[in-house]
Nanobody, 115 residues
Framework: QEQHVESGGGLVQPGGSLRLACEAP????????VGWFRQRQGSQRDLVAQ???????NYADPAKGRFTISRDNDGNKIYLQINNLQPEDTAVYFC?????????WGQGTQVTVST
């Protein structure tokens, strides 16, 4: 089963920014609606942002105003820009197709917000 590759995480101070990236090396994400999820330690994996094939986006309440999901020009790379990072954003971030999770979960990318 195809797997995504997530990248771009890291350790940042509160108020910083990161741009996460998602790609599936052997398939075309441009064909699917895609979502970014995050999983805090000890919690379930939650959908925070999604983008349709045609471009409209939707955000969970915690992501509104600071998160921006986008695609590259050919639609195969999905980005999540996170601004004004806060400690509560610390989590592993994953991507997958939505609403049906077609791909095996990847390893995700760790975002840690700390002084």
């Amino acid at each position: 089963q195809e797997q995504h590759v997530e990248s771009g995480g890291g350790l940042v101070q509160p108020g910083g920014s990161l741009r996460l990236a998602c790609e599936a090396p052997r398939s075309r994400l441009a064909l699917y609606d895609v979502g970014w999820f995050r999983q805090r330690q000890g919690s379930q994996r939650d959908l925070v942002a999604q983008i349709t094939v045609d471009g409209p986006t939707n955000y969970a309440d915690p992501a509104k105003g600071r998160f921006t999901i986008s695609r590259d020009n050919d639609g195969n790379k999905i980005y999540l820009q996170i601004n004004n990072l806060q400690p509560e954003d610390t989590a592993v971030y994953f991507c997958n197709t939505v609403p049906e999770l077609l791909y095996t979960w990847g390893q995700g990318t760790q975002v840690t917000v700390s002084t």
